[in-house]
C-alpha cells in the first residue's frame, strides 16, 4: 500500500469516539470496538511505512501524566500522539511530598488551566483517571490506575489477537498469575468477554480474587487444568513485592507450579499463541525459551500494536472533541 | 523374593473393623494376604512366625514427633528416635519443623527423608513449616515441600498469630490440597503460662492460661478454613470447649481434623502438683474434666490422630523450676502401652484406640500403610495387650528422658515390630 491510500483509509475509518474519555474497557462495547479496531489496523500499515507523519491531530496538545514510573506505555503514547501530529508534554509529578488525593486535584486545575487536549495519566491508585476526568475539560485516557483498569492494553492485545486469529470469539484465553492485582488482567477480561472469547484465570489462589469466578470467567489453581484447549495464554507480570513469603513463597516456587515455560504450554492448544503485557520476569513468570520463540510469542506484536491502538484510541477522542465543537 | 507368615494371630484392623485371628503373609515388603481365621499355614519354604495368639495391629503412625536434627543432636537424633519408634511399635514417625534450622524448604525435606531412610529403622516422613523460619510472616515454599514428600505444614508449636498471614497460607496451601496444622492457642493469654488456669495454678502460684485461649483461637482458625477450603488439622486440642468448639463445626460440614496427645489422655493438671517438670506441658494439662472429655472424643471417633507429642529434652532443660523447665515429655517409646490405659482403665475398645493411631492418621496423611490389607506395606506392631510393664526412663531409647511415664505400671508391651516386613524389634 502506499502513502496516500493508507492516510485515506485512515480518513475514512476515522469515527467519533463513543465516550469523552476512555477509562475503562466498558466505555466500548461489542458495536464500537471493531471500528476502532479497523483503524488501528490501518495505523499499523502506515506505522510500517518509512514516512510516519500524520496531521489528524495538528495543533492539539497531549500530555502525559504519569504518576507511576513506565517507560513502554509513556513512550508508545508519545510517539503515538507524535505520528498524529500532536503537540505532546511529559510529566511525571512526585506523589511523595503532600497527600495523593490533593496533589491529583491540585495537579488536575494546574494542568487543565494549560487546555490540553488529552491527559494521558497513570496512577498508582484504583480510580485516579476518573477523578481527574471530573475535574478537567479535556479527554482523559486511563493509561493504568493502581489495579483497576489499563484499557489500552486491553485494546492492544485484541488487535493483536484478532490479527493473528482473526476474530477472537470463540478463542479460550487464560490470563495467567497475579490476577488480584492486575489493571490488565480486570481490562482483559471485560474486552475479551465482551468480544465473545471465553476467558479463563489461573494462578495460585493467594493472587486470584476469591470472587473472580463471577467476573464471568472459569478460575484454576492449577495451570495443567486450566491451560487444557486453550487458544491463548496470556501471562501477567509478578510484581516483585508480592514475592518471597507474602503472597507467594518464592520466585522459584511460583515458577516451578505457574511460570510458563515449554512443557506447560504444550497442555494448551496446539499452536497456541503467547502473549505478555510486559515487562517480563524471566525465569519467574515466563521462561525465555517460550518468550523468545516468535512461532508462538505474540509479545513483539503486542509492543507493535500498542502504537496504532493509541494512536486510533487518539486519533477517535480528538475526532469527537471536534465534532462536538464543530 | 523374601516372603514371611505371621501365623495364629489376634488381627487388629480398626481400617476394616477385624477383631479376631488370622495370620499376615507378607513377600517383600508388602502384605499379599491377610487371612482371617484361625488355622492359616505357612506356605511351603516360607519363613514362618508363630504370634502366639497376640495381637497383630497396623504399626502405629506418629504424627508428631520432634527430634533435634539438625541443630540439637545432643537432645534427639533422627536415630535415637527411631530407634525408640521401633521399639513402641510407630513404624511411621512424622518429625516436625522446630528443628535448627527449620525444616522449611524442599532441600530440607529431602535431607530428613534420606537421613531417615539411611537408617532402616522406621519410615521416617516431615511436616514442613509454614511460614520461612517459622517466623509466622512469610510463607514457605509449600509447593515444593509437598512435592517432595512433607505430609502436612504447620509451625509447629509457634502460633500463626498474624491472621493474614495464616489467612494466605491456608489459601495458598488449598491449591495444593496441602494440609494445614496450627495449634490452638492465643498467643497472648497463653504468653509465659505454665499451667492451666484455676484453683490448682493459683495455689501452686504458677503463671496460668485460661482454658478458653484455645477455643478462642480454634474459632479463628476455623472461620479462615471456611473461607479458604483449608485441608485443616487442629494440632493437640485439649480443652472440653475446644471439642465443643470443634464439633459444632463439623456439624455444619467443615471438614476438620484434630489429633489429640497421649500426655493429655493420660494425665490431669493434679500430676503438676509437685512441680515434677516432666509434667511441665504445652499445652500445660488440664483439670480431669477436660481428659474425660478428651478420652469421650476418641471413644466417639471425633480425634484422627492420637500422637505421642515426643517433644525431647536433656535434664539440664527440665532440673529447672517448674516454670523454667523447657515444656515437653518424650513418648515414642511408650505410646502404645500409654494409650492401653484408655482399653484397660476406660473402657475403649482395642480397635477403638487404635484408629486413632493407625489408620487415622494413615488416612489424614495420605499414607498407604495403616491398614492389613493385601498391597499395604508390612509395617507391622504384634503385642501383647495385656502384659504389664514398668516404665524405666534410663532404659528408653530416646536421648533426653523425660517421661512423664517414668516408674509407672502400665499394661501393653511390644514384641514385635516390621517396617516394609524387615523386624525391627
Avoid at chain 1, 506523589?95 to 491529583?104: A, D
Avoid at chain 1, 485484541?158 to 490479527?163: E, G, M, V
Avoid at chain 2, 509447629?156 to 496451601?173: C, E, F, K
Amino acid at each position: 500500500m502506499t502513502q496516500p491510500d493508507v492516510t485515506d483509509l485512515i480518513h475514512e475509518r476515522l469515527e467519533p469516539f463513543p465516550r469523552d474519555h476512555f477509562l475503562s474497557a466498558g466505555d466500548l462495547n461489542a458495536a464500537t470496538v471493531p471500528p476502532l479496531l479497523d483503524l488501528a489496523d490501518a495505523f499499523v500499515d502506515f506505522n510500517r511505512q518509512s514516512a510516519k507523519s500524520l496531521d489528524i491531530m495538528r495543533g492539539r496538545t497531549v500530555m502525559n501524566l504519569f504518576f507511576e514510573s513506565s517507560t513502554r506505555t509513556s513512550a508508545s503514547f508519545e510517539i503515538a500522539a507524535k505520528r498524529l501530529g500532536a503537540d505532546v508534554t511529559a510529566l511525571s509529578p512526585r506523589t511523595s511530598s503532600v497527600t495523593k488525593g490533593e496533589t491529583l486535584i491540585d495537579t488536575a486545575a494546574t494542568l487543565n488551566a494549560m487546555k490540553p487536549d488529552v491527559l494521558v495519566v497513570r496512577h498508582g491508585a484504583s480510580g485516579a483517571a476518573a477523578l481527574l476526568s471530573q475535574k478537567v475539560g479535556c479527554a482523559v485516557v486511563n493509561a493504568g490506575d493502581g489495579r483497576h483498569e489499563h484499557p489500552t492494553q486491553a485494546l492492544l492485545d485484541l488487535l493483536s489477537l484478532r490479527r493473528a486469529f482473526g476474530d477472537v470469539g470463540g478463542l479460550t484465553i487464560a490470563i495467567c498469575g497475579d490476577i488480584a492485582h492486575s489493571r490488565v488482567a480486570r481490562s482483559n477480561v471485560a474486552l475479551l468477554s465482551m468480544m465473545g472469547a471465553r476467558v479463563r484465570l489461573i494462578g495460585p489462589p493467594t493472587l486470584v480474587p476469591g470472587d473472580a469466578d463471577r467476573w464471568g470467567c472459569e478460575v484454576f489453581h492449577d495451570m495443567k487444568d486450566g491451560l487444557q484447549g486453550v487458544d491463548v495464554v496470556m501471562m501477567l507480570r509478578l510484581q516483585l513485592e508480592r514475592m518471597e513469603g507474602a503472597l507467594v513463597p518464592s520466585t522459584r516456587e511460583y515458577f516451578r507450579f505457574w511460570g510458563l515455560d515449554r512443557e506447560k504450554l504444550s497442555w494448551a492448544r496446539p499452536g497456541a499463541k503467547v502473549m505478555h503485557p510486559g515487562p517480563m520476569n524471566r525465569g519467574v513468570e515466563i521462561d525465555s525459551e517460550v518468550a523468545d520463540d516468535l512461532t508462538v510469542s505474540l509479545i513483539q506484536d503486542q509492543v507493535e500494536m500498542g502504537v496504532a491502538a493509541r494512536m486510533a484510541v487518539l486519533a477517535a477522542l480528538s475526532a469527537r472533541r471536534e465534532g462536538a465543537s464543530a | 523374593m523374601t516372603a514371611l507368615a505371621i501365623l495364629n494371630a489376634r488381627l487388629l484392623d480398626p481400617a476394616t473393623d477385624y477383631d479376631g485371628p488370622g495370620a499376615v503373609l507378607i513377600v517383600d515388603g508388602v502384605i499379599t494376604e491377610v487371612i482371617h481365621g484361625a488355622h492359616a499355614q505357612a506356605p511351603d519354604g516360607v519363613e514362618a512366625v508363630d504370634a502366639g495368639g497376640l495381637c497383630l495391629a497396623p504399626g502405629l503412625i506418629d504424627i508428631r514427633v520432634k527430634t533435634g536434627e539438625p541443630g540439637a543432636e545432643p537432645k534427639e537424633t533422627l536415630k535415637s528416635a527411631s530407634l525408640s519408634a521401633a521399639a513402641g511399635g510407630v513404624t511411621t514417625i512424622v518429625v516436625q519443623p522446630d528443628t535448627d534450622p527449620a525444616i522449611d524448604d524442599p532441600a530440607m525435606i529431602d535431607h530428613i527423608q534420606r537421613r531417615g531412610a539411611a537408617l532402616n529403622l522406621v519410615n521416617v516422613r516431615a511436616a514442613g513449616a509454614a511460614t520461612k523460619g517459622r517466623d509466622g510472616q512469610r510463607m514457605a515454599e509449600i509447593g515444593l515441600m509437598d512435592e517432595a514428600g512433607a505430609l502436612y505444614f504447620t509451625d509447629g508449636d509457634h502460633v500463626i498469630a498474624n491472621t493474614r498471614t495464616l489467612q494466605r497460607v491456608m489459601s495458598y496451601a488449598a491449591a495444593f490440597n496441602a494440609l494445614i496444622a496450627c495449634r490452638p492457642a492465643d498467643p497472648w493469654l497463653s504468653e509465659g503460662a505454665v499451667a492451666t488456669s484455676g484453683e490448682l495454678a493459683t495455689r501452686l502460684g504458677l503463671s496460668s492460661v485460661p482454658a478458653i485461649a484455645e477455643r478462642i483461637q480454634l474459632e479463628r482458625d476455623l472461620a479462615l478454613v471456611e473461607q479458604t477450603g483449608a485441608r485443616f488439622l487442629v494440632d493437640q486440642i485439649s480443652t472440653e470447649g475446644a471439642l465443643e468448639t470443634l464439633a459444632r463445626a463439623r456439624s455444619k460440614g467443615l471438614e476438620v481434623a484434630a489429633s489429640v496427645s497421649i500426655n493429655h489422655l493420660c494425665f490431669n493438671e493434679i500430676d503438676i502438683g509437685d512441680y515434677r517438670t516432666f509434667y511441665r506441658l504445652d499445652p500445660p494439662l488440664r483439670p480431669e474434666s477436660d481428659r474425660q472429655a478428651l478420652i469421650e472424643a476418641v471413644r466417639e471417633g471425633l480425634i484422627d490422630a492420637i500422637t505421642s507429642a515426643h517433644a525431647p529434652a536433656p535434664a539440664e532443660d527440665k532440673r529447672r523450676p517448674f516454670a523454667e523447665a523447657a515444656p515437653g515429655a518424650i513418648g515414642l517409646e511408650t505410646l502404645l502401652p500409654a494409650a492401653l490405659t484408655l482399653h484397660h482403665e476406660d473402657g475403649l475398645d482395642l480397635l477403638d484406640v487404635l484408629r486413632p493411631l493407625t489408620s487415622g492418621p494413615a488416612g489424614l496423611l495420605g499414607l498407604d500403610a495403616g491398614v492389613l490389607k493385601a498391597g499395604a506395606p508390612a509395617d507391622l506392631v504384634l503385642f501383647d495387650p495385656g502384659a504389664p510393664v514398668v516404665i524405666d526412663a534410663e532404659r528408653l531409647h530416646s536421648k533426653s528422658k523425660n517421661s512423664p511415664f517414668d516408674g509407672r505400671r502400665l499394661q501393653g508391651k511390644v514384641v514385635g515390630t516390621w517396617v516394609g516386613g524387615a523386624r525391627r524389634k
